[in-house]
C-alpha cells in the first residue's frame, strides 16, 4: 500500500552541474501536454490499483524544479492530484523549489493547492561556489523567497546545502553553515557531492579540471555540520537530515522505511503492490504512452525476499534511529538475526554499529563510513 506519492517535474531554466536526474531545458517543450498526461498516468494507476492509494500520507513534487512551472501551470497540476489522489490522509505536501523563481504568484499558487511544505535547493551562500555549481540565485533571493513564503502562509519550509564541492573550503561552509542556520527554519539537508555520469562535473573530472576537497576535508566538513546543527538545537534524524521536533520530513522518511509509495511523471520510480518500476525518460514518449491509458514503465522487478531483507538494512540504517528488531521481524517475518548476526556482530566489534534490546543503528563514527557500512549487508 503507497504511503507517499511522489511527482516529477522534469523541466529546468537552467540544469545544475552536479545534477544527473531525469531533466530538460523548460523552453519550447510541451509543458502543459506533460501535465495533462500526468495526470491521466495518475488515473490509469489509481484505477489499476484502487486499494494501494488510500492510505497516502505524502505527496512530494520534485525534479527538474517545480517551480519552472508558471502559476498558472502549477494551479492546473495541484487541481489534477486533488482530483485524482485521495487527500484524507495527507499530512505532508512539498514542494521542492528555486529561490530565484519563487514569486508570490507562484507560491500562492502553491499554497491554495495544499502544500504545506517547501524544500529549496540552495547549496551555498557563497556566490562563486553558487556560480561554480551551476546555480542562478543570489543570496538576495533565498531571503526573500523565504520572507515571501511566510507571508504567504507556510511555517514548514526546509533548505538544501552541499559540501565537498569543488574548491570548497572548511571557512566557506561555515559561513555557509552559519548563514543558513541564522535563518532559523525548522529543517535542513546537506548532503555531499557525488560526481555522476553525464553530468558537467563529471565531464570535468574525466578531463582532470574538477578539483575536489580531500576526502579528509570533507570528513571534517560532516564532522561540523554535525556540531553546528547539534549547537543550532537541531536533531540528525539521518545522515544527511536535521529537524526541530516535529518537522521530520514524512515523505523521505517513508524511503528509509522501505515503505511503498507511488511514483509519477517521465523517469519517476516507484514502488507499489511489491514491485520497483521506473517510467520512460523522454518526454515525447512518455506523453505518448500515458495519454494512450497506459502506464509509462520501462522496468519492472517484483522485488524478491531476499532484496526485501538487503533494503531494510541498507535502507533503515541511514535514520539515525537505526532498524528495529520489531519491524524488521513483522516485515520480513523472521528475525535480523537470522540472516545478519555475524555481520552484524563484528560491526559493533568496529565499533560502527551499536544495539540494544530495540535495534541496531549506526554510531557516530560509522554515519562518516555509512556507505562501506551498508554494503554489509548486500550480497
Keep these: 500500500m503507497a504511503r ?12 545544475c552541474h552536479y545534477c544527473d536526474f531525469n531533466k530538460v531545458f523548460f523552453k519550447n517543450q510541451p509543458v502543459d501536454a506533460y501535465i495533462e498526461a500526468l495526470g491521466q498516468e495518475i488515473a490509469t494507476t489509481v484505477t489499476q490499483y484502487p486499494n494501494e492509494f488510500t492510505q497516502v500520507e505524502t505527496i512530494f513534487l520534485g ?22 489522489i485521495p487527500m ?5 505536501f512539498t514542494s521542492e523549489a528555486n529561490p530565484d523563481e519563487l514569486t508570490v504568484e ?24 553558487l556560480e561554480k555549481i551551476g546555480r542562478t540565485h543570489s543570496n538576495g533571493h533565498v531571503y526573500k ?18 559540501y565537498g564541492l569543488p574548491g570548497q573550503t572548511m571557512a566557506q561552509w561555515q559561513h555557509t553553515l552559519q548563514t543558513a542556520l541564522a535563518l532559523k527554519l525548522p529543517h535542513y539537508s546537506a548532503y555531499s557531492l557525488i560526481v555522476e555520469p553525464k553530468t558537467v562535473f563529471y565531464i570535468q573530472y574525466a578531463k582532470g579540471k574538477l578539483h575536489l576537497p580531500t576526502q579528509d576535508l570533507e ?61 520512460h525518460g523522454p518526454i515525447k514518449k512518455y506523453i505518448e504512452i500515458a495519454q494512450s491509458g497506459v502506464r509509462p514503465i520501462v522496468h ?43 555481520i552484524i556482530e563484528q560491526l559493533v566489534k568496529d565499533g560502527l554499529l551499536q544495539q540494544d534490546e530495540h535495534g541496531i543503528r549506526l ?14 549487508f548486500l550480497t
Excluded at 4 to 15: K, N
Excluded at 363 to 376: D, H, I, L, P, S
Design 219 to 279: 570528513a571534517d566538513m560532516y564532522d561540523v555540520l554535525l556540531q553546528e546543527m547539534e549547537a543550532a538545537g537541531l536533531a540528525q534524524y539521518e545522515i544527511s537530515n536535521f529537524a526541530e521536533e516535529g518537522h521530520v520530513s514524512i515523505h523521505n522518511k517513508i524511503y528509509w522505511d522501505n515503505d511503498e509509495y507511488a511514483g509519477f511523471g517521465a523517469g519517476a520510480h516507484g514502488y507499489l503492490a511489491g514491485i520497483r518500476y521506473s517510467n
Design 145 to 162: 523567497a523565504i520572507d515571501n513564503a511566510k507571508q504567504v502562509g507556510f511555517t514548514n519550509i526546509s533548505i538544501d546545502l552541499m
Design 4 to 15: 507517499g506519492v511522489y511527482i516529477h517535474i522534469p523541466f529546468c531554466h537552467q540544469i
Design 106 to 129: 507562484k507560491l500562492q499558487a502553491l499554497f491554495n493547492g495544499g502544500v504545506n511544505r517547501l524544500s529549496m535547493g540552495v547549496q551555498s551562500f557563497d556566490a562563486g561556489l
Design 88 to 92: 484524507q490522509n495527507v499530512k505532508e
Design 300 to 342: 519492472e522487478n517484483q522485488v524478491t525476499h531476499e532484496e526485501k531483507m538487503e533494503e531494510q538494512m541498507f535502507l533503515g540504517l541511514r535514520k539515525v534511529e537505526g532498524v528495529s528488531f520489531e519491524a524488521y521481524e513483522k516485515k520480513l517475518k523472521e528475525p535480523m538475526h537470522k540472516r545478519y548476526g555475524d
Design 363 to 376: 554510531t557516530r563514527q560509522g554515519r562518516f563510513v555509512g556507505n562501506e557500512v551498508f554494503q554489509q
Design 63 to 84: 525534479g527538474g524544479t517545480p517551480t519552472a512551472l508558471s502559476a498558472a501551470q502549477i494551479q492546473r497540476l495541484l487541481e489534477i492530484i486533488r482530483n485524482f
